[in-house]
């Protein structure tokens, strides 16, 4: 079942923070989100494994909701450097069958 | 570290025609995925391997597509008679070990069917 993100595109001024959310009807084990820009392939950025935790690095986190199985991406004091699309990926297990479910994405455009 | 490594970059066939792709992964991963992106759309899974084994092809469409991961490194990925709704970026990621561990993508192959 594919994940749903929202917003599906997001502008903001450079500085701005953003907040992108995936959403699952089923249970998770973990939650990977990417970055993509155009002609180039997926970025890593993070994984959530479930537990609830919340991870960041710089500017960039997110959290896991594992009883809603929502998870959301934080960008804050954006830069220009973070335009792309944003997907998140969603594994049902650990273990065996596993690859990942991604989301239809969320278009991020940073201006000036 | 060396990163997911493919090729051939790009490729243009006519409809009917064979083509494959060449996957290389991080060094150590012991999954490697398969991937098809269709423009404007995020990955979609076709197979899984661990090691050298299949544990996913639920969402490869075997009357065409067809793929092998010899001694649990290298992978090719073929497909044959392509048709025009192949057109798409095939991605290869690697992973240490399934969903817990991240998955990194090698750079893709644009596929164009005409």
């Known amino acids: 079942q594919q994940p749903v993100q929202s917003p599906q595109a997001v502008i903001l001024r450079e500085g701005e923070d953003a907040v992108i959310n995936c959403s699952s009807s089923?249970?998770?084990?973990?939650v990977h989100w990417y970055r993509q820009k155009h002609g180039e392939a997926p970025v890593f950025l993070m994984i959530l494994l479930k537990g609830g935790e919340q991870k960041g690095h710089e500017k960039i986190s997110a959290s896991f909701n594992e009883k809603k199985q929502q998870s959301s991406l934080y960008l804050t004091a954006s830069q220009l450097s973070y335009s792309g699309t944003y997907f998140c990926?969603?594994?049902?297990?650990?273990?065996?069958?596993?690859?990942?479910?991604f989301g239809k994405g969320t278009h991020l455009i940073i201006q000036p | 570290e060396a990163g997911v490594a493919q090729s051939p970059r790009y490729k243009i066939i006519e409809k009917r025609q064979s083509v494959a792709f060449w996957c290389n992964p991080i060094s150590g991963h012991a999954t490697l995925y398969w991937y098809q992106q269709i423009l404007g759309q995020g990955p979609k899974l076709l197979i899984q391997f661990q090691n050298n084994g299949v544990v996913d092809d639920s969402q490869l469409p075997k009357d065409r597509f067809s793929a092998e991961r010899l001694k649990g490194v290298d992978s090719t990925l073929k497909i044959q008679p392509a048709k025009l709704e192949d057109s798409a970026v095939y991605l290869c990621a690697s992973s240490l070990w399934g969903s817990s561990y991240e998955q990194y993508f090698g750079p893709g192959t644009r596929l164009t069917v005409t």
């Open positions: 089923k249970a998770l084990y973990s």
């Open positions: 990926g969603t594994a049902r297990s650990g273990g065996g069958a596993d690859g990942l479910t």
